[in-house]
């Protein structure tokens, strides 16, 4: 693996702290829109939080080939590294099967049985939960960086303790 540049890698991290507060704001808003009735709203903040949870899922969780191209954690330092809050890591592993099969293709799961119960604010907060732990890792790694992800980690939590 090659060696970023610090600019390429502010980048990356600005891309990075996007994400996570998309899928913070995404998945506040859904309540409301579940309140309003309003089904358009409600699937596609949904689907937007998915997005965004599939791909942070990938980035802090998940070690998965990918593609060359594919922005990896270990790109900020040790490999080491391991992802926790435990249960929170558990829970993301468990629903990254069900997020594939229902967000990213058309699978006999999604119309056969019982529609998804999605618990939006769990995939949301627990995501975020390792987030706030990788920002330790961090912090010790590449402290240039630390300052830019905890600017976009404090709005991710400031949008989840908000509410709808």
């Given at each position: 693996?090659?060696?970023?540049?610090?600019?390429?890698?502010?980048?990356?991290?600005?891309?990075?702290?996007?994400?996570?507060?998309?899928?913070?704001?995404?998945?506040r808003r859904i309540p409301a829109a579940k309140r309003d009735a309003d089904v358009v709203a409600t699937n596609a903040y949904l689907?937007?939080?998915?997005?965004?949870?599939?791909?942070?899922?990938?980035?802090?969780?998940?070690?998965?080939?990918?593609?060359?191209?594919?922005?990896?954690?270990?790109?900020?330092?040790?490999?080491?590294?391991?992802?926790?809050?435990?249960?929170?890591?558990?829970?993301?592993?468990?629903?990254?099967?069900?997020?594939?099969?229902?967000?990213?293709?058309?699978?006999?799961?999604?119309?056969?049985?019982?529609?998804?119960?999605?618990?939006?604010?769990?995939?949301?907060?627990?995501?975020?939960?390792?987030?706030?732990?990788?920002?330790?890792?961090?912090?010790?790694?590449?402290?240039?960086?630390?300052p830019t992800f905890m600017e976009h980690l404090v709005k991710a939590r400031t949008a989840l303790s908000a509410g709808p």
């Amino acid at each position: 693996m090659t060696r970023r540049a610090t600019v390429d890698l502010q980048e990356a991290m600005n891309h990075l702290g996007y994400e996570l507060w998309m899928l913070s704001e995404t998945s506040r808003r859904i309540p409301a829109a579940k309140r309003d009735a309003d089904v358009v709203a409600t699937n596609a903040y949904l689907e937007s939080m998915l997005f965004h949870a599939r791909a942070l899922s990938d980035f802090f969780v998940h070690k998965k080939k990918g593609f060359p191209s594919d922005i990896r954690r270990t790109e900020f330092g040790s490999v080491d590294w391991q992802p926790g809050p435990a249960d929170a890591v558990a829970r993301i592993e468990s629903n990254s099967p069900v997020i594939d099969k229902h967000l990213a293709h058309l699978t006999w799961e999604r119309v056969s049985g019982e529609p998804h119960e999605w618990r939006y604010a769990e995939v949301a907060a627990d995501l975020v939960a390792v987030a706030d732990d990788w920002s330790e890792h961090l912090a010790t790694q590449v402290p240039a960086l630390y300052p830019t992800f905890m600017e976009h980690l404090v709005k991710a939590r400031t949008a989840l303790s908000a509410g709808p």
